[in-house]
Structures are given as structure tokens and as C-alpha cells.
């Protein structure tokens, strides 16, 4: 076990001096086989500009391509400014499609200069491609796949199979279609090496199988993979005619992406990835400073809110004390039902992520849970805070007055009332949000606390205005 630990940590200088005494050899590639591609693309990264250029021109394109899927954007857009755009071209050409669309996109300008360098073939399908939303399960379609017609042997299909397969990057399931080519079946590899030499594709396909239209929402489909357990979902156009796959890596992808932009819009940062190698001041701020302007505005209106309540706390000796005894208090109000707001605002969230079709009854049997549970919660909260008033009250006051209980009384039920509104509003906020076509994340953890805590202090003031003002006057 410790020689393949040992082994495995050297993988890297192992690399680096293959590919150092070999960079010219013709042989190189074959050299590098043993090793994974990730791998080998983390060595290249670390290489000087002159050795990355011979490097990707010993190669093959084929590998060049794979060794290309493996590094990050930025990477790729590097290694294509010391390499002649022409051979970009040429490896971006034999590139997945889905990853030469990524890149291209990634590359704006630069990847419109090299575009018009691929063939007309590729070009036209990456074209294709990139004309799918960011959000539609077509911008992560993929032709490296393998498909058959209905009506040969299965001796034939393996023929077929055994001279693609070296083509293309997946061959765990077979796609049948017609002579139209339309999606009519599938059938796994394995079954079709099982089956019987002389038996016919038709007899022993499937037909039954989810499939799904490039406008297809992407976090659709990957929730339709998970609760099917395929590894992989074919894509069809209008007509029923096979458009490409959608593969289990690309699943992860669109997982990996979807939670971390829930991630950064649930903490208020806006679009965008949270890197922190390649982040700089100016992006921290673009992406921070919109959603903190208008928590800013939300926020004046709790200024504004207690503006309003201000003439009458200032009025008298009396209505200071108790603008002073609120004081004390609402930090802890604001903060419990803020708090209580996120936990529902998540589980909501969490619903609509893994169930994309509302379901009415679940809905309101959710909103009528949550709704109990402010209840609840507020009860327990309230009453510990009745308590922390009226031991606090024995403990500094010589004599407990009727406005001191009625105080405690007041600030218990206001809690009361906040954790059952912000409990009920985080629940709901995000069911409008998906209503509206809104990504529910947006309804992050500051905005709906900021909408809390507008709630809770009117209601907070209000009923102090109300009860409170009259006998502290």
C-alpha cells in the first residue's frame, strides 16, 4: 500500500521528466498513455511557453483535444494565445462538442476568430449549440455517441460498434433509430453482447426511455437522471429525430453549477462563480455591490418605519424610557425571526430545486406546516423571552409595576407574531419567485432577512404604540 502511495505521489515527476526527455519523440504519446490526462494537463500548466508549443505540436490533435477538456477556461485561453490560432483550431475541432462550445463562448472575440477557422461541418454544429440559453439542456449536448438502425442482426450491430466505438467517448448505450432516423429504442451494451448472434435489434430493444427536447430546462434534466438512474438521456428535436446525449459527467457539471450559483445568489452576491484564484476586486465588487444597493433601499425603510414612530418615543420623559426598553430588545426580535425566515426560505428552496412540477396540495400542506411551526417556535421564543424580561425586571427593579408586566407582555407576543409572519413569508417568498419564472435562490438569506425585519418592526412598534405608550406617558 505505501509503495503505490509513493508511487502515486510521483506521478507528477514522473511526467514532468517523460515528457522532458521525450518532448520531440514521435513515440511521446504512446509514452503518456499509462498516465491520466488530468494528470498530464496539471504538468503542462506548469510548463514555459516554448515547451507548451512543442508539446501540443508532437501530440496528436485527438490527444491535444483531450488533454484541452481537462484544463480550466483561463488555462485554455493561455495555451491558445502561445499556440498558433490555426492549430487551435484544428484541436478545438476534435474536441467534445459541448466542451469546444464552453470554450468558444468563454474565448468571445478570440473564439470568433478561431470559429472561422474550423471546418464548415463543425462549425455549423457548434453554431447550433451555442444559440441554447445557458439554463437549456442544449448548450451541454453531446455527439460522441453511438447509434444503430432497427432492422440489422445483432451480429452486425457489433460490427458496427466494434469499428465507431474508437470514435466516440461513450458506448454504454446504443441508440436505435429508423431509416428517418428517429429515435425509436435503445439497448445497453451489455445486453447486446449477451444477446444472440442471428437475433434482430428490434426484438430486443427498448423503447421505453425518458427523453428531452434541447429547450429543456438544464436542472430539469439532471433531476430526471437522478430519479431515473440513467447515465445517460437522449435529446430529440420537434420531429422526434436523435439531436445528441446528455451524459452522467455532464450531470455533475450542471449539479455542480446549479448549487453554486444557489450558493452565491442565497448569499446575496449576485451571478457568477466564487473563485478565489482567479477573483479579483473589481468582480468582488461588481457582483457584490448591486444586491447590497438594494438592501440598502430595503433597509431605508426601516429608518423610514421608525422615522414614523420617532415623535411620539421623544414626546415625553416617559416615551423615551420605553423608546429606550423597545431598544433593548429588538436586536434579539430581528435577529430570531430573520433567523427563522432563512430556515423556512431553505427548505422551500430545496423543494422546488428537486420537484420542478409545483404540486398544489403539497404546497399548502408545506405553507400550513410552516406555518404552525413559526407558531410553535414563537410560542417557546416568546415565552422564554417573557421570562428573560420578568427575571431580569425582579433582579434591577425594587418594584415590579403594571407596565413592567404588560412590557414583558407586549415584546413575548411580538416575537410571537414576527417568527409566525417571517416563518409563513420565508416559505411563500420563493413559491411567487418560481411563479414568476424567478430562480427561488434569488430570494437569498439577506433579502428575505431585510423583509423580516421590516415586518417585525412595524409589528414590534406597532403594538408598543398602542399599549405601551399610553401607560408610560
Same mark, same amino acid.
Given at each position: 500500500?505505501?509503495?503505490?502511495?509513493?508511487?502515486?505521489?510521483?506521478?507528477?515527476?514522473?511526467?514532468?521528466?517523460?515528457?522532458?526527455?521525450?518532448?520531440?519523440?514521435?513515440?511521446?504519446?504512446?509514452?503518456?498513455?499509462?498516465?491520466?490526462?488530468?494528470?498530464?494537463?496539471?504538468?503542462?500548466?506548469?510548463?514555459?511557453?516554448?515547451?507548451?508549443?512543442?508539446?501540443?505540436?508532437?501530440?496528436?490533435?485527438?490527444?491535444?483535444?483531450?488533454?484541452?477538456?481537462?484544463?480550466?477556461?483561463?488555462?485554455?485561453?493561455?495555451?491558445?494565445?502561445?499556440?498558433?490560432?490555426?492549430? $487551435?483550431?484544428?484541436?478545438?475541432?476534435?474536441?467534445?462538442?459541448?466542451?469546444?462550445?464552453?470554450?468558444?463562448?468563454?474565448?468571445?472575440?478570440?473564439?470568433?476568430?478561431?470559429?472561422?477557422?474550423?471546418?464548415?461541418?463543425?462549425?455549423?454544429?457548434?453554431?447550433?449549440?451555442?444559440?441554447?440559453?445557458?439554463?437549456?439542456? $442544449?448548450?451541454?449536448?453531446?455527439?460522441?455517441?453511438?447509434?444503430?438502425?432497427?432492422?440489422?442482426?445483432?451480429?452486425?450491430?457489433?460490427?458496427?460498434?466494434?469499428?465507431?466505438?474508437?470514435?466516440?467517448?461513450?458506448?454504454? #448505450?446504443?441508440?436505435?433509430?429508423?431509416?428517418?432516423?428517429?429515435?425509436?429504442?435503445?439497448?445497453?451494451?451489455?445486453?447486446?453482447?449477451?444477446?444472440?448472434?442471428?437475433?434482430?435489434?428490434?426484438?430486443?430493444?427498448?423503447?421505453?426511455?425518458?427523453?428531452?427536447?434541447?429547450?429543456?430546462?438544464?436542472?430539469?434534466?439532471?433531476?430526471?437522471?437522478?430519479?431515473?438512474?440513467?447515465?445517460?438521456?437522449? #435529446?430529440?428535436?420537434?420531429?422526434?429525430?436523435?439531436?445528441?446525449?446528455?451524459?452522467?459527467?455532464?450531470?455533475?457539471? #450542471?449539479?455542480?453549477?446549479?448549487?453554486?450559483?444557489?450558493?452565491?445568489?442565497?448569499?446575496?452576491?449576485?451571478?457568477?462563480?466564487?473563485?478565489?484564484?482567479?477573483?479579483?476586486?473589481?468582480?468582488?465588487?461588481?457582483?457584490?455591490?448591486?444586491?447590497?444597493?438594494?438592501?440598502?433601499?430595503?433597509?431605508?425603510?426601516?429608518?423610514?418605519?421608525?422615522?414614523?414612530?420617532?415623535?411620539?418615543?421623544?414626546?415625553?420623559?416617559?416615551?423615551?424610557?420605553?423608546?429606550?426598553?423597545?431598544?433593548?430588545?429588538?436586536?434579539?426580535?430581528?435577529?430570531?425571526?430573520?433567523?427563522?425566515?432563512?430556515?423556512?426560505?431553505?427548505?422551500?428552496?430545496?423543494?422546488?430545486?428537486?420537484?420542478?412540477?409545483?404540486?398544489?396540495?403539497?404546497?399548502?400542506?408545506?405553507?400550513?406546516?410552516?406555518?404552525?411551526?413559526?407558531?410553535?417556535?414563537?410560542?417557546?421564543?416568546?415565552?422564554?423571552?417573557?421570562?428573560?424580561?420578568?427575571?431580569?425586571?425582579?433582579?434591577?427593579?425594587?418594584?415590579?409595576?403594571?407596565?413592567?408586566?404588560?412590557?414583558?407582555?407586549?415584546?413575548?407576543?411580538?416575537?410571537?407574531?414576527?417568527?409566525?409572519?417571517?416563518?409563513?413569508? $420565508?416559505?411563500?417568498?420563493?413559491?411567487?419567485?418560481?411563479?414568476?419564472?424567478?430562480?427561488?435562490?434569488?430570494?437569498?438569506?439577506?433579502?428575505?432577512?431585510?423583509?423580516?425585519?421590516?415586518?417585525?418592526?412595524?409589528?414590534?412598534?406597532?403594538?408598543?404604540?398602542?399599549?405601551?405608550?399610553?401607560?408610560?406617558?
Amino acid at each position: 500500500m505505501e509503495e503505490f502511495l509513493e508511487k502515486n505521489y510521483d506521478f507528477k515527476n514522473e511526467i514532468i521528466s517523460l515528457i522532458s526527455e521525450n518532448i520531440n519523440s514521435n513515440n511521446l504519446e504512446t509514452l503518456l498513455e499509462e498516465y491520466h490526462l488530468y494528470d498530464i494537463s496539471r504538468v503542462i500548466i506548469d510548463f514555459e511557453d516554448k515547451e507548451i508549443v512543442t508539446f501540443f505540436n508532437t501530440v496528436s490533435l485527438e490527444f491535444a483535444a483531450e488533454i484541452f477538456e481537462y484544463l480550466e477556461q483561463d488555462e485554455a485561453k493561455y495555451f491558445l494565445k502561445i499556440i498558433k490560432e490555426e492549430t $487551435g483550431a484544428k484541436i478545438i475541432t476534435e474536441m467534445d462538442l459541448d466542451d469546444a462550445v464552453d470554450l468558444l463562448k468563454y474565448l468571445k472575440k478570440t473564439g470568433m476568430r478561431i470559429l472561422k477557422r474550423i471546418n464548415q461541418e463543425k462549425r455549423k454544429e457548434i453554431l447550433k449549440l451555442m444559440l441554447y440559453e445557458e439554463d437549456e439542456i $442544449g448548450a451541454y449536448l453531446t455527439d460522441s455517441f453511438l447509434s444503430i438502425k432497427s432492422d440489422i442482426s445483432v451480429k452486425e450491430a457489433m460490427k458496427q460498434i466494434t469499428s465507431l466505438a474508437h470514435d466516440v467517448d461513450y458506448i454504454s #448505450i446504443i441508440y436505435v433509430v429508423d431509416e428517418h432516423e428517429l429515435l425509436i429504442g435503445y439497448i445497453k451494451l451489455k445486453d447486446l453482447i449477451v444477446a444472440r448472434a442471428n437475433e434482430m435489434i428490434f426484438e430486443i430493444m427498448k423503447e421505453r426511455f425518458p427523453r428531452v427536447y434541447p429547450t429543456d430546462d438544464k436542472e430539469y434534466v439532471a433531476s430526471l437522471m437522478q430519479q431515473t438512474s440513467e447515465s445517460s438521456i437522449p #435529446i430529440i428535436n420537434e420531429d422526434g429525430r436523435l439531436e445528441g446525449i446528455i451524459t452522467h459527467d455532464d450531470l455533475i457539471d #450542471i449539479i455542480s453549477l446549479a448549487q453554486e450559483e444557489d450558493y452565491t445568489r442565497f448569499a446575496g452576491l449576485g451571478e457568477g462563480e466564487i473563485r478565489l484564484d482567479t477573483s479579483t476586486l473589481r468582480k468582488s465588487i461588481s457582483a457584490r455591490l448591486p444586491w447590497l444597493s438594494i438592501l440598502l433601499l430595503l433597509s431605508m425603510v426601516t429608518s423610514i418605519i421608525l422615522s414614523f414612530f420617532e415623535g411620539s418615543l421623544s414626546g415625553s420623559d416617559g416615551a423615551r424610557l420605553l423608546a429606550t426598553r423597545l431598544a433593548i430588545y429588538l436586536p434579539l426580535i430581528l435577529d430570531m425571526s430573520g433567523n427563522t425566515g432563512t430556515q423556512s426560505l431553505a427548505v422551500m428552496i430545496r423543494y422546488l430545486t428537486k420537484n420542478p412540477e409545483v404540486d398544489s396540495a403539497k404546497i399548502k400542506k408545506h405553507i400550513y406546516r410552516e406555518f404552525r411551526t413559526g407558531l410553535l417556535q414563537g410560542l417557546f421564543i416568546g415565552t422564554s423571552i417573557f421570562l428573560m424580561i420578568t427575571i431580569t425586571n425582579q433582579l434591577s427593579l425594587d418594584l415590579i409595576t403594571r407596565k413592567d408586566n404588560l412590557y414583558a407582555i407586549v415584546t413575548a407576543f411580538s416575537i410571537l407574531v414576527a417568527l409566525i409572519v417571517s416563518t409563513t413569508l $420565508g416559505a411563500f417568498v420563493p413559491l411567487v419567485m418560481n411563479k414568476l419564472k424567478i430562480d427561488p435562490a434569488v430570494a437569498s438569506g439577506p433579502f428575505i432577512t431585510t423583509i423580516s425585519d421590516i415586518i417585525t418592526l412595524s409589528i414590534y412598534y406597532t403594538i408598543a404604540m398602542l399599549l405601551l405608550l399610553p401607560l408610560f406617558q
